[in-house]
Every structure is written in C-alpha cells, then in structure tokens.
C-alpha cells in the first residue's frame, strides 16, 4: 500500500521539513497543494526554473515520489473556468519537469453541490487530457462539489471523451455530498480511479466536524479494501485539511496517526 500525505495538512512547514517528516514516518510520497504562504505550486521557489533541478534530486535522494500536483483549477466556473484552464496547463508543464503522472482539477471548488458549467467544464477537461497526453501527464477530476455523485462523473467523463482521463476518489465527499457507499463508487468509477484521497468526519447536523482517521464514521476501510483487493496502484493521501481550519490537530501527531491507521488495516 503506498501512503502519501497532501501538504494542504502543513501549512507552515517548509518543504525540507515536510520531505524529512514524510521519510522518517514511512511514507512513500508527499502530495504538493502548496507549500508555505505559496498555494499555487507554480510559484513555490523550490519548483522555478532556478531551483528546480536541485529540489528534485533532493527528493529522490530520500526515496519518495510526489503522486499529484494538486492544482484549485475549477473547469466548470464560468467567471474561472479560461483561468483555471491556463493554471492547470501550468500544472501540467510543472508535472513533466518534476516526473510527476499526475494533477488534481476539480468542476467546481465547493465540497458541497453547486451549479456548475459542466458542458464547458468537460469540453476544457478535454482539451486539458489532450494537452497532457503530449507530455506523459494525466490531469485527475476530483469527486467534489456537483461531480461527488458517480451518476455525474460517468456523465461528464463521457462527455470529456478522452482517453487520457482518470479521476481522483475523495472518499469524503462520495460519502458526505454524494450520498454513496464505497461499494456503490467503486462499482461505478473503479476502473477511473488513479489517486485517493482520505480524511475522516462525523456531522454535526450539517455541519462536518473533522476527526483523525478511525476517529470519525466515513467508511474509509472500506474503500481501502475495495481497491487494495482490486489490485490498485496508487496512492492513498491523507487530506487533512488544515491550511483551511486552522484549529485542526498539529500535522506531526495527525501524519503519524494515519501512518499507524493505515498499517494497522487487513490485507
């Protein structure tokens, strides 16, 4: 099973700290969603032209891969939809230099249901999955907002139309806003999922109340076993989401306890 952890959980962290933290746990790689007071990965000084060369030998050096460039893209807002296209294509080009497979976009940037563009957001899906078949990069859609449900991935997956598509399962939010069973997502978008993502909740009403993993009732074993028994060959990344609530447990206790949970599930 390959752990990773997104650095949206360490806000504060340089990436030397972030890089000796992941290594020194187990983990078998990080996932970049900003780094510092840096989220737009196009502008973390580590990854310029300047300094990229350097930053990777140095992440090679530790034995750890980065899985996603996990870019806020949102293709299916109009007002965002031109800009977002053009970060993502960024994210793409960033990717073919660091030798990372993959991006995260998204249709649109709430968790929750909204109303988005999705004919505009599957045609620039497209032209985006085009863009990074040239350079050996696939750009993942994340389970979020209105595409939390399969019925709406499978939809816009088929209108997209390429090949060089995946997507990105955010257990949390099938769960949570899409109202589904892992079970129900695997049989559905199994064979599209190419990266996970992990955190654990209770509700309060309806408001979500973050928890470290175990802690909450997102069946997250579940999905685990699912996809370890399918033979799955990415990797499981903790979001824990923390640059967005500040109140969150420090990263250091919440990176070990995932670490542990994880390696304590059946194989």
Request: proline share 4%.
């Amino acid at each position: 099973m390959k752990l990773s952890f997104s650095t949206l959980g360490c806000p504060r962290w340089t990436l030397k700290e972030i890089v000796a933290t992941a290594k020194d746990l187990g983990f078998g790689g990080v996932e970049i969603r900003g780094i510092g007071d840096k989220i737009n990965a196009l502008e973390i000084p580590e990854f310029s032209d300047a300094e990229i060369e350097q930053t990777k030998e140095k992440i090679a050096q530790t034995g750890l891969v980065i899985p996603s460039l996990t870019s806020g893209a949102t293709l299916a807002v109009r007002d965002r939809a031109q800009d977002s296209f053009l970060e993502a294509c960024g994210y793409i080009d960033l990717a073919r230099k660091l030798g990372v497979k993959y991006i995260r976009v998204m249709g649109t940037g709430e968790p929750h249901i909204t109303v988005g563009d999705f004919t505009l957001g599957a045609g620039l899906y497209r032209q985006l999955c085009e863009y990074g078949a040239k350079r050996g990069v696939t750009p993942l859609i994340e389970t979020n907002g209105d595409l939390s449900s399969s019925k709406a991935m499978l939809a816009f997956l088929d209108r997209a139309g390429s090949d060089n598509c995946g997507v990105l399962w955010d257990v949390h939010h099938t769960v949570r806003f899409g109202s589904e069973s892992p079970v129900e997502t695997f049989a559905a978008l199994g064979t599209y999922v190419k990266h996970v993502h992990l955190k654990d909740s209770v509700m309060r009403g309806s408001r979500v109340e973050y928890r470290m993993m175990g802690y909450g009732d997102v069946p997250v074993a579940d999905a685990v076993t699912l996809l370890d028994r399918a033979g799955f060959d990415g990797f499981f990344s903790l979001e824990w989401v923390k640059r967005w609530n500040p109140d969150l447990q420090e990263p250091g206790i919440v990176f070990a306890h995932y670490k542990n949970y994880m390696d304590s599930l059946p194989e």
